[in-house]
């Protein structure tokens, strides 16, 4: 392997130099992965995933900055032109799975969706861009990011309600805080699940989540005693869900509309009439317009079932996240460069559609973003207690080697790549029309 480049190299060249130096590396990039494997935190508290980030990223000489959304952890690494900027992500949490061979004891936290991969192949593919950055023409960001699961809300709405945060996920909140504003382009991977047969995945879609805190206020009696003189605050919860699923045939099967619901508290004791109860509601779907139109009949479901028995219902309405179909102009460059890298047999070109949720989407409205999803080296069901990264070379560095590879067909040539692909893949929002659209599904709505 040559060690120097000239100044003209090609891309085969310099992708030959970074995918060199990632091999030299694979050590380290095992040991990071097994090390934040071993080391689970969940989203806004990743102080120990982020100082392990932080130890990397000092390894190679490079200017962070840290505590972004509370735990993010942001690099950047600088071309011979600054024409566009790419930013690598990397998700610093965990999911809560206590019965998970490594979860933590005393936080139930484990890392059973394989994050921990993300942040290792994001080093990796820095540490193989490191050795050929001065011939690209823009920029690559680094960047750590809380808070992807949508978990621990109660916790996280005690923040918002502090004024600490005002979004419950990681890069919605990193959007508002302006954190995005120097990135052109993002690219994130993922694990993915096992019994499938190719290595990649490409070109998915996710959905888009609302959560609905709701609770419904009646007045407490003695059941037996004297029940006409309570307001059964179960009745209008229960009310509320049938006229939920009374909804289902009104949605599109294109939308993929799933409505999840969760009893939080049913009353105190059987012989009260419950006076306080409580519900939680989750919407997904493929469009913004679609989350709006459901969340707006689960809104009415919620009125119908308070003012049937005389109650009253408060329901807080949070975005988790908005939904994610990628852009096709960077999978194709993602795509091309995997089939060279690991054969054609290997790659899943158009995977569809995902029914789980990711906070890219919220990122894909302002910017083109690719994610592709390794399924190889995984075991098990992903958020089970089975699931587990047994190969960190398959997953992690393969991942480095693709990022990496990618980056250098965006960048280099004047970054031809780069503005073809943001020239193709067609308007996005700004950060305020984003935060327009956000903020008016963010409600809290009292009835009766
Ligand atoms: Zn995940």
């Given at each position: 392997m040559q060690k120097t480049l000239t100044t003209n190299a090609t891309h085969t060249e310099l992708k030959a130099m970074a995918i060199a130096t990632i091999d030299e590396q694979t050590n380290r990039i095992v040991e990071l992965s097994r090390e934040i494997q071993r080391n689970p935190e969940v989203g806004f508290r990743e102080h120990g995933t982020a100082q392990r980030l932080v130890e990397q990223l000092e390894h190679m000489g490079l200017d962070y900055r840290t505590g972004l959304a509370r735990t993010g952890v942001k690099a950047r690494m600088r071309g011979r032109s600054d024409r566009f900027t790419v930013a690598i992500l990397g998700e610093l949490d965990s999911v809560i799975t206590p019965d998970h061979p490594l979860a933590d004891p005393d936080t139930g936290a484990a890392h059973a969706c394989g994050h921990h991969i993300e942040i290792a192949a994001m080093i990796g593919a820095a540490l193989g861009l490191q050795a050929v950055m001065e011939h690209l023409d823009g920029d690559v960001v680094l960047f750590g990011v809380p808070a992807e699961e949508l978990i621990d809300v109660d916790w996280r709405l005690s923040l918002r309600d502090a004024g600490e945060l005002e979004f419950v996920c990681g890069k919605p909140e990193l959007i508002r805080l302006g954190e995005f504003d120097?990135?052109?382009?993002?690219?994130?991977?993922?694990?993915?699940?096992?019994?499938?047969?190719?290595?990649?995945?490409?070109?998915?879609?996710?959905?888009?989540?609302?959560?609905?805190?709701?609770?419904?206020?009646?007045?407490?009696?003695?059941?037996?005693?004297?029940?006409?003189?309570?307001?059964?605050?179960?009745?209008?919860?229960?009310?509320?869900?049938?006229?939920?699923?009374?909804?289902?045939?009104?949605?599109?099967?294109?939308?993929?509309?799933?409505?999840?619901?969760?009893?939080?508290?049913?009353?105190?004791?059987?012989?009260?009439?419950?006076?306080?109860?409580?519900?939680?509601?989750?919407?997904?779907?493929?469009?913004?317009?679609?989350?709006?139109?459901?969340?707006?009949?689960?809104?009415?479901?919620?009125?119908?079932?308070?003012?049937?028995?005389?109650?009253?219902?408060?329901i807080d309405t949070v975005v988790g996240c908005?939904?994610?179909?990628?852009?096709?102009?960077?999978?194709?460059?993602?795509?091309?460069?995997?089939?060279?890298?690991?054969?054609?047999?290997?790659?899943?070109?158009?995977?569809?559609?995902?029914?789980?949720?990711?906070?890219?989407?919220?990122?894909?409205?302002?910017?083109p973003m690719v994610l592709p999803i390794v399924r190889s080296g995984c075991d098990g069901l992903i958020h089970s207690k089975d699931y587990q990264i047994d190969d960190h070379v398959l997953t992690a560095v393969n991942n480095a080697k693709?990022?990496?590879?990618?980056?250098?067909?965006?960048?280099?040539?004047?970054?031809?790549?780069?503005?073809?692909?943001?020239?193709?893949?067609?308007?996005?929002?700004?950060?305020?029309?984003?935060?327009?659209?956000?903020r008016s599904m963010e409600t809290k709505k009292t009835f009766g």
């Open positions: 120097d990135i052109d382009l993002g690219m994130i991977t993922h694990p993915g699940t096992s019994g499938q047969e190719s290595l990649f995945e490409m070109d998915h879609s996710w959905l888009g989540a609302i959560l609905k805190k709701v609770r419904f206020h009646g007045l407490t009696a003695h059941a037996g005693e004297n029940p006409h003189e309570g307001i059964n605050a179960l009745k209008a919860l229960t009310l509320a869900m049938t006229a939920i699923d009374s909804q289902q045939e009104t949605y599109r099967d294109e939308d993929s509309i799933r409505v999840s619901q969760l009893v939080v508290n049913s009353g105190d004791m059987v012989s009260t009439i419950p006076g306080t109860t409580d519900l939680e509601v989750m919407i997904r779907g493929r469009s913004v317009e679609a989350m709006q139109d459901a969340s707006a009949k689960i809104d009415r479901s919620m009125h119908a079932g308070a003012i049937a028995v005389g109650a009253r219902v408060e908005f939904p994610f179909a990628q852009d096709e102009p960077l999978v194709e460059v993602v795509d091309a460069n995997a089939r060279t890298l690991f054969g054609d047999s290997e790659i899943d070109s158009h995977a569809g559609a995902h029914g789980a949720s990711t906070d890219s989407g919220d990122l894909q409205m302002l910017m693709l990022l990496a590879s990618s980056v250098i067909d965006l960048l280099c040539d004047g970054a031809a790549n780069a503005a073809s692909v943001i020239d193709r893949s067609g308007p996005k929002l700004t950060r305020d029309e984003y935060l327009t659209i956000r």
